[in-house]
């Protein structure tokens, strides 16, 4: 028998419900899609598409914990890395804090066009640069450091500073200048500072050739302005002191550590730059049990110190157990159940919640007799069922019609709980009234 522990009774996300109180949204997606093309044929042509993340829409509130779960390749690391556009997205929008983050079709063609206008400009660079002074600043009144760092530096040509040049040239870059500057990405490192990432692997997103003071340093550099070396490092060993952690760690490189050290060097790298919510992809899975519970006890700690919210990202069921305030479970790219823990848990309403939270890990002996085992693979992403992505694997596909044309509606089922089955919510099958705490359901 496997007792779970009181965080699923004392959900905070059920407290603020019974309280009352209205949560405050943090960050939100819409209809969120992002499909990887797939190329082929001599000249290398879009032949089909990776649907890795397909119409995927959740709230994240502040100071609450989301755990997202599913098994590898579901797009669950897909999500976090388009949050924090490291990959673009087909279509779709996110919000942080009432602020659109991503770019949609027509703002990024608008922006597509403003690129091809910066490319056709004939950047100059005239001898002497004092000729350069006198033209932008005599003409246009711009900064010149914004003007080069903006002009792509391929297209410098050198030319003689004649009086036709300079008055073509102020008078080109008067005209474009605004545009030229709005080119940039919206994600700028007012953002960046406000949203930080964990990665699953800590080898790969430590640098090998610098010490911790540097790895933790240079956010600081970047993204707050520090420059003075005492005042870096004396950030850095308070940081360090939070994930608890010593100063003679502070001059060390990253192959002296041990995994969970390493990934509270991680954790307080993200918290260099004061962040309102951090992401966290599967932060454990490389750790024995017992450093486990100590990671996971202190993002705890730092959450309710900090008020963080945290996207926690993981395959494992009783790490979410243990941190996650509410549950999003993806299959193929699509949420097929939403809700608090304790909705989630104790009332799994999607078959395919149902399988997963039955084949976990467990002493029960009795326990094997009820596992849910799903036929067939996993659909491929790239080309997917049609209507419910889950019905060619579905125990209950023969009492349900229409499956596999109509594609599945969010559903709300009571509080916080949704589900993305029509057949089962028409029903009301809830499978309410579990009163035994174990890896069986009994109605």
Not at 323 to 339: H, N, S
Not at 387 to 403: L, V
Request: glycine share 6%; aromatic share 8%; net charge positive.
């Amino acid at each position: 028998m496997t007792v779970y522990n009181d965080k699923i009774k004392n959900s905070s996300v059920e407290n603020i419900v019974n309280s009352g109180k209205k949560r405050k949204i943090i960050l939100s997606t819409t209809n969120l899609k992002t499909y990887y093309p797939i190329f082929g044929g001599l000249f290398k042509r879009t032949i089909g598409h990776v649907k890795a993340v397909d119409g995927v829409t959740f709230n994240l509130y502040e100071g609450e914990t989301l755990g997202l779960v599913g098994e590898s390749g579901c797009g669950k690391t897909t999500i976090a890395k388009v949050i924090l556009n490291l990959v673009p997205t087909t279509s779709g929008e996110i919000f942080f804090k009432g602020q659109n983050i991503i770019i949609g079709s027509a703002e990024k063609k608008k922006r597509s066009d403003k690129r091809k206008q910066k490319n056709k400009l004939v950047s100059i660079m005239f001898i002497p640069i004092i000729s350069v002074a006198n033209a932008f600043f005599g003409f246009a009144k711009l900064s010149l450091r914004k003007i080069f760092r903006t002009i792509n530096n391929n297209s410098v040509k050198l030319l003689p500073p004649t009086r036709k040049i300079l008055t073509t040239t102020a008078s080109i870059v008067k005209q474009n200048y605004h545009n030229l500057i709005e080119v940039k990405h919206p994600y700028n490192k007012a953002l960046r500072k406000k949203i930080q990432m964990v990665f699953q692997d800590p080898d790969s997103s430590l640098n090998p050739r610098w010490k911790i003071v540097n790895v933790i340093g240079e956010p600081l550099k970047i993204l707050l302005g520090m420059t003075k070396r005492k005042k870096i490092r004396r950030r850095v060993l308070e940081l360090l002191e939070t994930v608890s952690m010593k100063r003679e760690h502070l001059d060390r490189y990253p192959h002296e550590f041990s995994g969970g050290q390493k990934q509270r060097i991680v954790i307080a790298r993200a918290l260099s730059c004061n962040p309102e919510m951090i992401i966290l992809d599967e932060p454990t899975s490389a750790l024995d049990v017992s450093v486990q519970a100590q990671i996971l006890n202190l993002l705890k700690e730092l959450q309710k110190k900090f008020g963080l919210s945290y996207l926690f990202i993981t395959h494992d069921l009783s790490v979410v157990q243990h941190i996650a305030d509410r549950i999003a479970v993806m299959y193929l790219g699509k949420f097929v159940e939403t809700g608090t823990l304790e909705e989630v848990f104790y009332n799994p309403t999607h078959p395919y919640t149902r399988a997963l939270l039955s084949a976990r890990p467990t002493f029960d002996p009795g326990s094997k007799q009820n596992r849910i085992i799903l036929e067939g693979d996993v659909p491929s992403p790239i080309n997917p069922p049609s209507g419910c992505a889950f019905h060619p694997r579905c125990p209950n596909k023969d009492d349900h019609i229409g499956c596999g044309v109509d594609e599945p509606r969010k559903m709300h089922l009571g509080g916080d709980h949704y589900i993305y089955c029509l057949p089962l919510a028409k029903e009301k099958r809830y499978y309410k009234g579990v009163e035994k705490i174990s890896d069986t359901w009994t109605t």
